[in-house]
């Protein structure tokens, strides 16, 4: 089998390897300057054709100012045009009937006297302008179908890759959010708007460093490491809507409803969605082709169990399973005189999980082994409402004033079931357990920031004052009863235990804080950073446990051994001081300060309590040196403090379990991280080729671990301790290059390569020990399209993994994994939409008795109606029935297998159509009779 993988994905890199080579037959090349004969680095080179404005080709100059423009076209006169931010646009006609290798020598741009703006808005067509900070596309210049949304725009746009799960990054960094003309489009998941947003209304595809609303208005630098992509809607086109209706039915009773509808009119926005489904699926990020039936609905793929989130609301996870979700939601956006802003949404999820998991783990301790088997199932049920709501005015153009509330509500209950049995490793009965449990859960959750910034100076300096506020209350109401048999050496029944409660837990926290923070210049580029944070944290958890009274079966008497009543309160000191540079081509921060921190606890059931006080430096640093327009190097190093957690410092023994009573240790030390990270990325728009790579690690001293004794009868006394010398080092690279290879013909290669080492630290049975892992994993991903017709997307990853463990070096593990898949669509003949999604897995570390290797693949047949607005679409999830959930974890003292409840095959059919309406004009409309 593994001959044959190879042997497919060599067969899918040679076969394009000839079109890779195909010549160019025509060539123009220079060298652009300004009116001082100094070179403009990046400066954008395209060719048009004369006879109806196509984009050919285009290229960027090098830091010498050159440039050359190759490529393949019938048309025997291009325009030339060079644009550079505040220059006026260069245009040149050529012929290419006699010449087909021009040489132009060196080529002055004028400085523009018009608005610098307004240049870069109106004044140029270029396909890709490089400004500071900022990387733009103009959408019009790359083709693609005319029904196309957002998400595919994306796809061809160089340096830009979307991943099968619709994730994207560009030049190697994660893209984070979505904006559009500057305000976020319905909270926080990118995919609703790339899913949703039409070409025919997207001007500009801007790419910038993710920032805070103050770091933008005060200019302060942005996580570099993390996108924002911000699309600009032409001013014609910005009044109108845009919606889209699917609903769809099935074998198995699978269904799907779905809608979202986007009203603007210049600064105004509404957006309204709604869906109803039960296959796992948010319902508003739908794929044309597969819709909701992505690799991210197999259980083995990296959503390994299905689930999603939205809007900050996860469900389907914790646990697999199938969920059936109701969702709404609606978004308004406005902006007012004195540049006020108000941002208001409201989102309300309804999620029913049924999950059944089978677990067997074998338990390996110094002297012994046993055997865990367990089976469950469960029903939970979530109402999610959230609400947020976001005020922002300038009453000046120094000053800004913002104000961030949000609100959260939950509220569910879940049933569930287990039964689970230990046994030696001969098979000898040690202990087993039967539970049933009902709980009901009402969660608030409130948090509030505002912000007040002013401006001052000429070199952006700024002063800042935040007040931020959150407020949680849990009530948790538990019927939990148990059933435990525990054997004698021989397996015979020794007693019988039985656990009748009912657990009511309260849980309140209130944390309040200041923050102040200044920028003093120091210089045109050298900045004095001054900031403290003072924080206030209130929290008390209340966990009441009754058993029933003999005569009447009222759960009444609290047991006071199982209960506690804790009241906690802390002290959160944070001041930091810290130099930046900000030069052409170096940026560079170094910080550093002290955080005091003071923690008081109290039991008031036992009347236990402690108080401790922690005093730790911290320091941060970074630089990005760019080493031309398109190539940086980025380097940070930062160290963090992590405190242990309350009832890891708590001197009070919890018995809930009586398997395993917990002790908390008030001498535990806070954990020390130290991290670097360093990468490199650049793209090469003269050869349409970009290359990334990273390294990372991580070393933690004083992590807080667990320490366990298990006796003869496995009963298990847990305390936490601190270790010493754990880590972790990753990195890896990748390589993407783009083949025109002729009008209607792309491909991209993109070949990458990930390594990873971590040592990990623990004890079992009170024994240290130490496990070592490794692993190599090595991709090859093509993309070859024929433009409206065909596109083939076959992809192959391998990964190499090694395991070593101190206290049985007989466990140590070698296993290789496999992943192969292919996404092939056509749309040919006219108007048919025809997907397969294939994919082979083959996991090398699965237990015997568990399926190793799968074969899954979805299909779908669209039909496009109503003049493109309609498509009617038949689809088959998991077309040869082997989606199964199946996974092995493994420890220093343990080794898992899991096998979950997950979706089974079905058939769907469904119906969507799209009306939409921009700038007066009616994209649906097409003829004047209508």
């Not at 209304?201 to 911000?230: A, M, P, Y």
């Amino acid at each position: 089998m593994l001959h044959k993988l190879f042997s497919f994905a060599m067969w899918c890199f040679l076969f394009f390897i000839p079109f890779a080579m195909t010549a160019q037959d025509f060539s123009i090349s220079g060298k652009v300057v300004d009116d001082q004969q100094t070179p403009l680095e990046s400066a954008t080179i395209y060719v048009e054709t004369v006879k109806d404005s196509t984009l050919v080709t285009y290229t960027i100059s090098d830091v010498d100012g050159n440039f050359k423009v190759e490529d393949q076209t019938d048309a025997k006169q291009v325009n030339l045009f060079i644009s550079f931010t505040g220059f006026t646009t260069y245009k040149k006609t050529l012929s290419l009937t006699d010449n087909r290798t021009i040489q132009l020598g060196e080529i002055p741009l004028k400085f523009s006297t018009s608005n610098l703006d307004e240049v870069v808005v109106t004044g140029s067509r270029a396909p890709v302008t490089i400004k500071t900070d900022t990387l733009e596309f103009n959408a019009a210049s790359f083709k693609t179908r005319d029904d196309a949304n957002l998400e595919e725009v994306l796809k061809e746009l160089p340096g830009v890759s979307v991943d099968s799960d619709g994730n994207i990054t560009v030049n190697g960094k994660t893209v984070s959010r979505i904006m559009i003309n500057g305000k976020e489009f319905f909270g926080d998941d990118p995919k609703i708007a790339t899913k949703n947003l039409p070409k025919e209304i997207i001007n500009k595809i801007q790419v910038v460093d993710t920032k805070t609303k103050s770091e933008e208005f005060t200019g302060k630098e942005g996580d570099s490491e993390n996108k924002t992509i911000n699309i600009t809607i032409d001013e014609d086109k910005n009044k109108g809507f845009f919606s889209r209706i699917t609903a769809g039915g099935g074998t198995d009773d699978r269904y799907e409803l779905s809608g979202i509808g986007n009203y603007f009119k210049d600064d105004l926005r509404v957006s309204v969605l709604a869906s109803s489904n039960n296959i796992n699926s948010s319902g508003f990020t739908f794929d044309e082709v597969y819709d909701a039936m992505g690799r991210n609905a197999y259980s083995i793929s990296r959503s390994s169990n299905g689930s999603f989130s939205i809007n900050g609301a996860g469900f389907g996870g914790g646990g697999g399973g199938i969920t059936k979700s109701d969702n709404a939601g609606i978004n308004f956006v406005n902006e007012w005189e004195k540049e006020s802003e108000l941002n208001a949404s409201y989102f309300f999820n309804r999620a029913d999980t049924r999950t059944e998991t089978k677990i067997e783990r074998e338990n390996i301790l110094p002297d012994r082994r046993y055997f865990n088997n367990s089976t469950s199932n469960s029903e939970r049920q979530n109402d999610n409402h959230r609400a947020s709501f976001s005020f922002e005015i300038e009453p000046d153009t120094l000053t800004r004033i913002s104000v961030r509330p949000n609100v959260t509500v939950n509220n569910g209950f879940s049933t569930s079931s287990s039964f689970t049995e230990s046994v030696e490793a001969d098979g000898t009965a040690i202990n087993n357990a039967e539970t049933d449990q009902f709980s009901e859960v009402f969660t608030t959750n409130f948090r509030n920031r505002l912000d007040v910034t002013r401006k001052f100076g000429k070199n952006d300096g700024y002063v800042r004052l935040g007040f931020d506020n959150t407020n949680n209350v849990s009530q948790d109401d538990n019927q939990y009863f148990s059933s435990r048999q525990v054997f004698d050496d021989q397996g015979n029944l020794e007693e019988t235990s039985i656990q009748d409660q009912f657990i009511d837990q309260d849980e309140r926290e209130d944390e309040y804080g200041l923050s102040f923070g200044t920028r003093l210049p120091l210089s045109e580029k050298l900045f004095l950073d001054l900031e403290y944070d003072y924080t206030k944290n209130n929290s008390s958890n209340t966990r009441l446990v009754y058993i029933p009274e003999e005569m009447n079966g009222d759960y009444e008497i609290v047991v006071d051994s199982l209960s506690n009543d804790f009241r906690s309160e802390s002290f959160n000191h944070r001041p930091d001081i810290g130099l930046v540079y900000r030069g052409e081509k170096l940026r560079a921060s170094i910080s550093g300060g002290i955080q005091n921190i003071r923690l008081k606890n109290e039991d008031l059931f036992t009347g236990t309590s402690f108080d401790n006080t922690y005093n730790n430096f911290f320091s941060n640093a970074y630089f990005r040196y760019e080493l031309t327009k398109s190539q940086r190097i980025y380097f940070s190093y930062r160290t963090s403090r992590d405190v242990p957690s309350i009832s890891q410092l708590q001197p009070v023994t919890n018995t809930t379990n009586p398997l395993n009573t917990i002790t908390g240790n008030p001498n535990l030390k806070p954990s020390l991280e130290h991290r670097v990270y360093m990468n490199f990325n650049n793209y090469d728009f003269k050869t349409r080729s970009g290359f990334y790579a990273y390294i990372s690690g991580s070393l933690t001293n004083d992590q807080v671990v667990s320490r366990t004794i298990t006796n003869q009868g496995l009963v298990r006394r847990t305390t936490y301790t601190n270790v010493d010398g754990s880590y972790n080092l990753y990195g890896g690279g990748s390589l993407d290059k783009t083949y025109e290879l002729d009008d209607i013909q792309s491909l991209k290669a993109s070949i990458g390569l990930n390594v990873n080492a971590s040592k990990n630290l623990g004890f079992s049975n009170g024994v240290k020990y130490e496990s070592n892992n490794q692993s190599i994993t090595p991709r090859l991903e093509l993309q070859y399209e024929i433009e409206e017709i065909l596109t083939i997307e076959p992809e192959y990853s391998v990964n190499f993994n090694w395991a070593q463990y101190s206290l049985d070096a007989s466990r140590d593990q070698a296993f290789t994994n496999h992943t192969l898949g292919a996404e092939i669509t056509s749309y040919w003949p006219k108007n048919f939409i025809f997907g397969n999604d294939i994919s082979y897995r083959y996991i090398g570390n699965v237990a015997p008795g568990f399926k190793n290797a799968y074969v899954l693949w979805n299909m779908s047949l669209g039909y496009k109606l109503l003049g493109d607005d309609g498509i009617l679409k038949v689809k088959v999830f998991d077309v040869l029935d082997e989606n199964v959930s199946t996974r092995r974890t493994t420890g220093e003292d343990f080794i898992q297998d899991t096998q979950q409840l997950v979706l089974e095959q079905y058939v769907m059919f469904s119906f969507t159509y799209k009306f939409s309406k921009f700038g007066g004009k009616d994209p649906n409309k097409r003829n004047d009779r209508f």
